[in-house]
């Protein structure tokens, strides 16, 4: 990935449809200065969901929108593509956004927008992923990080990290996932905007 304004904080977007604690863990990491970036946008396609909450409470600017006021999925990524143009926006990260990005966000941003997804991609991708690897029995679960293109939870993976459970109380499953999660969003987007051109 190439980036521009080297010494400079980087402009992030973060995009998310419902709860935000991604979302938190990468605003409190730039707050505290863990990451030299700042997030310019929060795109919520859910208005009214606590992660737009959330980004009240950093002062973070929120674009949320209805995609059914919208004639299609191009016309509205073609508005959002323009707030983060407008921004400056470097790096986009998804974060619990529930959906499929078109070509209009793809090729506008490409290989500068990353997601997190709570398994060991590429097994169970999907809404549900640590319910079906509870379900299905899973002894190593884990937390991936990748680029992403036009398939749900696809594109080259970044970083992964493994979790070992063999518990059977899925609640505290999903606990550790979760906290694993805001430990490697933060430290991969502090690797992907170290590693800026
Ligand atoms: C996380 O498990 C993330 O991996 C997945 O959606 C969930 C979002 O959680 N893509 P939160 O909204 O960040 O709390």
Redesign the pocket.
């Known amino acids: 990935m190439t980036m521009t304004n080297a010494g400079q904080k980087t402009r992030l977007a973060v995009f998310?449809?419902?709860?935000?604690?991604?979302?938190e863990a990468l605003a409190q990491a730039c707050a505290d200065g863990r990451l030299n970036a700042e997030i310019v946008l929060l795109v919520c396609d859910k208005p009214g969901a606590y992660?737009c909450e959330r980004a009240g409470r950093f002062g973070i600017e929120t674009f949320a929108f209805r995609p059914k006021e919208y004639a299609s999925k191009a016309e509205y990524e073609r508005r959002i593509v323009g707030l983060l143009d407008d921004k400056g926006v470097e790096l986009v990260c998804?974060?619990?956004?529930m959906r499929i990005l078109s070509d209009v966000m793809l090729e506008a941003y490409r290989d500068r927008i990353v997601?997190?997804?709570?398994s060991l991609l590429p097994a169970f991708k999907g809404a549900h992923a640590?319910r079906d690897a509870f379900d299905y029995g899973v002894k190593v679960y884990g937390?991936t990080i990748h680029y992403v293109n036009g398939e749900l939870d696809g594109g080259r993976i970044v970083d992964q990290r493994a979790i070992y459970y063999d518990g059977d109380d899925i609640d505290e499953l999903e606990a550790k996932?979760?906290a694993v999660?805001h430990v490697l969003y933060v430290d991969t987007v502090a690797r992907l905007i170290g590693s800026r051109g």
């Open positions: 998310a449809s419902g709860n935000g604690s991604n979302f992660v998804l974060a619990g956004y997601n997190i997804h709570p640590i937390v996932i979760h999660e």
